[in-house]
Nanobody, 114 residues
Framework: VQLQASGGGLVQAGGSLRLSCATSGFTFGSHIMAWSRRAAGKRRELVGSISPYGNTNYLDSVKDRFTISRDNAKSMVYLQMDSLKYEDTAAYYC?????????WGQGTQVTVSS
């Protein structure tokens, strides 16, 4: 299983970023995909997830600002982040959470300047 997130960077508060995650090594269209994040000095938290059919769940603090989507034909999952806040600064990771164990890729850093 391989997952590679990309698209992070530096953005001003109120701005937007779109993260992408390329995957391989498993039947993408059959599994729940997720995004998590870890801010410096804090525990990793689950940002949200998307089912194979497109049903989504989100962390309360990102609801109505973040959108997870997927392209089963391309084995890609995305995280659209709008109205970014300073507290969204973190390393973001994509993962697959419905295999016998969870797999998480290397993160991509998102830094929001206030």
């Amino acid at each position: 299983v391989q997952l590679q997130a990309s698209g992070g960077g530096l953005v001003q508060a109120g701005g937007s970023l779109r993260l992408s995650c390329a995957t391989s090594g498993f039947t993408f269209g059959s599994h729940i995909m997720a995004w998590s994040r870890r801010a410096a000095g804090k525990r990793r938290e689950l940002v949200g997830s998307i089912s194979p059919y497109g049903n989504t769940n989100y962390l309360d603090s990102v609801k109505d600002r973040f959108t997870i989507s997927r392209d089963n034909a391309k084995s890609m999952v995305y995280l659209q982040m709008d109205s970014l806040k300073y507290e969204d600064t973190a390393a973001y990771y994509c993962g697959v959470t419905s295999l016998p164990r969870d797999y998480w890729g290397q993160g991509t850093q998102v830094t929001v300047s206030s």
